[in-house]
C-alpha cells in the first residue's frame, strides 16, 4: 500500500485527531481525566502540528511537538495509521518537524518512548537519555480510545 504521501503543518480538529487516534497506538497514550477538553487543547497549541495525508486528504499520520526554535524540540505525539505502518511515514515526520524547528544543528529533540516504538526511535537515530527530570502530579486513569 505505498500510496503518495504528503506532510504539511497543519492544525487538526479535534475530532478528526480523535478518530486518527482511534487507529494507531497512539490511543492509550492518555489518561481518562478531562480527555475531550484536553486533546482539543492539545490540537490548538502544539508549536508543531504536522499531519501526512494521502492523496485524498485521508489522514494517515501526526506529529505534535513543542519547540523554542533555537534549541529544542519535544515531540509529544508521533502517530502512524496501523494500515500504513513501514512506509517512512514517522520518519518523513520526525525528519520535517525537527528541519521546522531550526534544523539538527541547533535542535535537540527529546520524547518519552512506548517502549514498543524505542526500535523506531533507535533506527533513527535517537538513544536513550539519563538527564531528563520529570514532575507528575496529575490523575492518570488509564484507557484507551475506541
Known amino acids: 500500500m505505498n500510496t503518495p504521501i504528503h506532510i504539511r503543518e497543519e492544525r487538526l480538529t479535534p475530532e478528526e485527531y480523535?478518530?486518527?487516534?482511534?487507529?494507531?497506538?497512539?490511543g492509550s497514550q492518555y489518561p481518562k481525566e478531562r480527555f475531550a477538553e484536553r486533546i482539543e487543547k492539545l490540537v490548538r497549541n502544539a508549536s508543531?502540528?504536522?499531519?501526512?495525508?494521502?492523496?485524498?486528504?485521508?489522514?494517515?499520520?501526526?506529529?505534535?511537538?513543542?519547540?523554542?526554535?533555537a534549541y529544542w524540540l519535544y515531540v509529544t505525539d508521533l502517530g502512524v495509521d496501523r494500515n500504513y505502518t513501514r512506509q517512512g511515514i514517522g520518519r518523513r515526520l520526525m525528519k520535517a518537524a525537527h528541519e521546522l524547528a531550526g534544523g539538527?544543528?541547533?535542535i535537540a529533540v527529546y520524547l518519552i518512548?512506548?517502549?514498543?516504538?524505542?526500535?523506531?526511535?533507535?533506527?533513527?537515530?535517537?538513544?536513550?537519555?539519563?538527564?531528563?527530570?520529570?514532575?507528575?502530579?496529575?490523575?492518570?486513569?488509564?484507557?484507551?480510545?475506541?
Open 48 to 69: 508543531v502540528s504536522l499531519a501526512a495525508r494521502t492523496e485524498d486528504g485521508f489522514l494517515v499520520g501526526v506529529l505534535f511537538g513543542l519547540t523554542d526554535f
Open 104 to 106: 539538527e544543528r541547533d
Open 18 to 26: 480523535i478518530d486518527f487516534l482511534k487507529r494507531t497506538d497512539l
Open 113 to 146: 518512548a512506548n517502549e514498543n516504538a524505542v526500535p523506531f526511535y533507535e533506527n533513527i537515530g535517537m538513544k536513550k537519555a539519563d538527564d531528563v527530570m520529570q514532575y507528575n502530579k496529575i490523575d492518570w486513569t488509564e484507557f484507551t480510545v475506541e
